[in-house]
């Protein structure tokens, strides 16, 4: 392959740079497409033979016949995904070919329909040609992918194709007209926060949600979302006369704190402590924090450092001592139940607690779909299969979809999706809160897009998760970053609006841009559709 790129090089001429994207490359030989033709059956034959050694790697996990040629597709797209494509890319623009850019659901036709082009275009006589792929194999991965999204979701929608998923607040199970609101608006999957209220009440419900598809005959299915490892802060003891933290203010974060003292109101009696002090729900972590582990509290809102891991406070208190390292210039206040994030720490954590095993009992009766958090490696994957086998009785399990929250999520995608696809339907959602403060906003925005491709190459649904149309939902007005992200949002197959006063609204905003992006935009591929403003 190296080779071959090299020597479409060696022919490129002195001609002036093309852009291609934020790259540069000289012009090929445009003029010899044989050099051409000779580096994409080199990398149509790597491509193969790679693609093949990981499929069969994989082969006897997989109990589904239709997920095979989904999981060879993918093996073959990762193959693929190995090498620099650019040059070849740009030596294929200008003889009207196929630049590989919207490969992902069909890798082997793609190629294979350019090269067989390439050799009619060579002059190659007809019996040495490569038989070019049939039409139906070229649009199988579109297929599948529908196929797959119905299967999680249900029967493809009349006027929409993605998706929408609606938190339901806890209000859901009182108010039966706001379920019903929320379904005729546009809602196609209702889901259930596990972390928040009780068994009667999400039993409440999943009853108005089972009842408004009934009233308004639109399917809606049910996802409750359990809640993983809540690795939050503890009660917060702040020094006197102070009430927010600044950058260079220190923080203890030790495994517990004395009990507050009270006044008789009620009131927590301030204590003359030195600096801001809370602990960490899960202790156990604080262990495998080291000096410059990173700290972060309230979805990055403070960020710390840790500078002394066996400190020991005036007050007796033993923990670690962290320094701010960023927070708001008026100063971010340190409050109890804030997530902790600690980027660059792997965590060891089981993603199922003592509470989401309970949980399950009531999931895996009543859920049409399991969320679940803190997804890492192939191992919890099967850890939850097991336990919702273990309460099966004999109607279909709930379907599963994987949150993708840490680095080390990321890089074991392909085998998170082997793992659950290769069973039963499963579905990522991209958790872009938590992944956000764990690889940071910059780099979040390429993996958001390359976890949309890989998940394409595996024909596998996706859910693009948090902050959509934040603004709307919570005060009745969006922004405009809020609809460039709405319009982004599109290609995936599901999009999740999370709960507050004004959802309804968000619910009919949301389903206008994606049903308008829908006639401009499917997956990667721009689609032409008449411009009518000129």
């Known amino acids: 392959m190296e080779q071959a790129v090299g020597e479409l090089h060696r022919l490129s001429t002195q001609e002036p740079l093309i852009m291609v994207g934020l790259a540069s490359v000289k012009p090929l030989n445009l003029s010899s497409p044989q050099v051409l033709l000779s580096a994409l059956q080199t990398l149509h034959l790597t491509v193969k033979r790679e693609g093949e050694a990981t499929f069969n790697l994989w082969k006897p996990q997989i109990q589904r016949p239709e997920f095979l040629s989904s999981a060879l597709n993918l093996a073959q797209y990762l193959a693929l995904r190995r ?3 650019r040059d070849i890319q740009a030596a294929l623009m200008p003889w009207g070919l196929s630049s590989l850019g919207r490969i ?3 890798v082997m036709p793609n190629l294979e329909a350019v090269i067989a082009t390439l ?3 060579c002059g190659k006589d007809s019996a040495e040609q490569n038989s070019r792929p049939p039409i139906e194999s070229f649009f199988e991965g579109n297929r599948l992918l529908q196929q797959q999204t119905e299967a999680l979701f249900g029967p493809t929608l009349t006027h929409r194709q993605v998706r929408i998923m609606v938190t339901l607040p806890t209000e859901a199970a009182a108010d039966y007209a706001l379920v019903l609101e929320i379904i005729r608006r546009g809602a196609n999957c209702a889901r259930i926060n596990c972390a928040h209220d009780t068994p009667e009440l999400w039993q409440k ?5 089972r009842r408004a598809e009934q009233e308004t005959g639109t399917p809606c299915k049910v996802m409750m979302d359990i809640a993983g490892p809540k690795i939050r802060t503890g009660a917060v003891l702040a020094p006197p006369d102070k009430k927010r933290v600044f950058q260079g203010d220190h923080i203890v974060l030790s495994r517990c704190l004395p009990e507050l003292e009270r006044n008789a109101s009620g009131e927590v009696i301030p204590s003359p402590v030195e600096n801001f002090q809370t602990c960490c729900t899960i202790p156990e972590i604080l262990d495998l924090l080291a000096v410059d582990s990173l700290v972060y509290i309230d979805d990055g809102k403070i960020t710390t450092r840790v500078v002394n891991t066996q400190y020991s406070s005036p007050d007796g208190q033993l923990g670690l001592l962290l320094e701010v390292t960023h927070a708001s210039p008026k100063g971010g206040k340190l409050r109890s139940e804030k997530g902790l994030n600690f980027p660059g720490t792997v965590l060891s954590l089981s993603p199922l607690t003592e509470k989401d095993l309970s949980d399950l009992d009531f999931v895996a009766a009543h859920a049409d779909i399991v969320g ?13 299969q097991q336990e919702l086998k273990r309460r099966s009785t004999g109607s279909p399990s709930p379907t599963i979809v994987a949150k993708i929250e840490t680095p080390i999520a990321v890089g074991n995608l392909p085998e ?10 499963f579905g990522i959602m991209i958790a872009r809160g938590d992944l956000a403060v764990e690889i940071g906003y910059q780099r979040l925005t390429e993996i958001q897009e390359e976890i949309l491709w890989i998940c394409e190459a595996a024909h596998i649904p996706v859910i693009w998760a948090t902050q959509v149309l934040e603004s709307l939902v919570k005060n009745g007005v969006s922004s405009r970053s809020e609809m460039t992200d709405a319009a982004m949002s599109e290609r995936a197959e599901c999009v999740m609006l999370n709960k507050g006063p004004f959802i309804a609204e968000a619910i009919t905003s949301l389903d206008d841009v994606l049903t308008r992006m829908e006639a401009h935009q499917l997956k990667k591929t721009p689609q032409l559709r008449a411009l009518h403003s000129w």
């Open 372 to 384: 679940y958090s803190f997804v890492q490696r192939p191992a919890d994957i099967e850890l939850l």
């Open 83 to 85: 090498h620099d494509l």
């Open 104 to 106: 992902e659901a069909r």
């Open 205 to 209: 419900m999943i009853d108005h949600v």
């Open 119 to 121: 050799e009619v275009i």
């Open 416 to 425: 998170l999706i082997l793992s659950a696809a290769g069973q039963h339907p």
